[in-house]
DNA sequence: AGACAGTAAGACAAAATCCGTCTCAGTGTC
DNA sequence: GACACTGAGACGGATTTTGTCTTACTGTCT
């Protein structure tokens, strides 16, 4: 999951992901993302051999990480299980709001960047949010249930944030916190340890 | 200089400007255009023979008419030359800087962009200028001083603007007055009429 | 009804671009 | 000197884009 990446990696990791803003994912060419990082092409294979998928797939995984690590930093720390939770999503909701790439993608490639958020892409979210979150909710509950636990929150942040409720606004403690309390907790009240 | 430019064509080249917005004219296709403005690829050619060239060109005209249409509007009524020509360099100076479009693409693509306003650029500018302001100047000065002045204002209202200076800002009348009266006005006071 | 202008859809070949791989030369390190 | 890493760029093949052309559809005018 983690990266030993080279100077060189980030760099072209970082001129991709700015070439994708400047153009859409679409318009991006090998190229582009070459004289952009100032490395040349053959590097650039090197470091990718695949191309444009694999460089995709690798600065997605990347922000991934970069995402989870910014989260778990933003709710360490937590008194209870609740709060834990409470934070856990309005921290993700607001990272996701304020996230400028995600915005740029989701105007410029709809369609692409739904399917990173939702079928392609959600299987791989949800690990990554188990690696991350499951430690922290795994000293209330067994191992099993915590990955449950994880799993539904992280679908139902993506989906409140994707098509934000009249009734819910994971964002905010206030709204989000009844939430919890109301529809998330009684679900694991037995098992909690 | 004008239009009987049909409701379809302007369709196009909207469609045209905000490809261009989006994308880059490097990255915009004939084919972007079309889908984008709901024409086919057929009609597009037919309208524009020659292709993105031609298209673009008459995207510039337009923009640079529009650019005019609202300038002269801003500047209208006038009490004496100075007034004019203090209002029309501050009206232009703070179109250009609040032209979004103009913005985008000096950031995404410096090189034309700035090519448009100074080598290949400018001497169509000062064109439209003249067919604009001059007539404004007219009732001051003799017809070959007005083209003379109005050229100068162009270029200095483009030069201040692509690179600021900090003793003089044009987009300011307390700043652009004194500039006026210093500088300009004196080498046309024998015209005046 | 029939002529006609304007358009969408799409086939087509030619041109341009992009891709992925490869070689070669240069550079710095051990 | 051996070695790992890189930039530059050549190369053929794949893909995209271009510009032209044909066909069929639609509405308007006579």
Chains 1, 2 share one sequence.
């Not at 001129?15 to 040349?40: F, L, P």
């Not at 051999?49 to 720390?77: I, M, N, S």
Request: charged residues 25%; hydrophobic residues 50%; aromatic residues 8%.
């Amino acid at each position: 999951m983690s990266s030993a990446a080279t100077v060189v990696e980030l760099r072209v990791l970082d001129a991709a992901k700015s070439c994708c803003e400047r153009w859409g994912i679409a318009k991006v060419t090998i190229d582009d993302i070459a004289s952009e990082s100032g490395v040349s092409r053959a590097t650039l294979y090197r470091l990718f051999p695949g191309g444009k998928d694999v460089l995709f797939e690798a600065l997605r995984v990347r922000e991934l990480e970069d995402f989870f690590t910014r989260l778990t930093a933003q709710v360490e720390g937590a008194a209870d299980l609740e709060d834990l939770l409470v934070r856990t999503v309005v921290a993700a909701t607001q990272e996701l709001r304020a996230d400028q790439h995600l915005a740029l993608m989701l105007a410029s490639e709809p369609g692409d960047t739904l399917g990173q958020l939702t079928v392609d892409g959600l299987p791989r979210i949800i690990r990554f949010a188990t690696v991350f979150i499951v430690p922290l909710v795994d000293p209330y509950l067994p191992r099993r249930e915590s990955a449950r636990l994880v799993e539904l929150l992280a679908r139902l942040v993506i989906s409140y944030f994707l098509a934000p409720s009249d009734h819910v606004d994971l964002g905010n403690p206030e709204s989000a916190r009844p939430f919890i309390t109301t529809f998330i907790l009684p679900a694991f009240q037995a098992a909690l340890s």
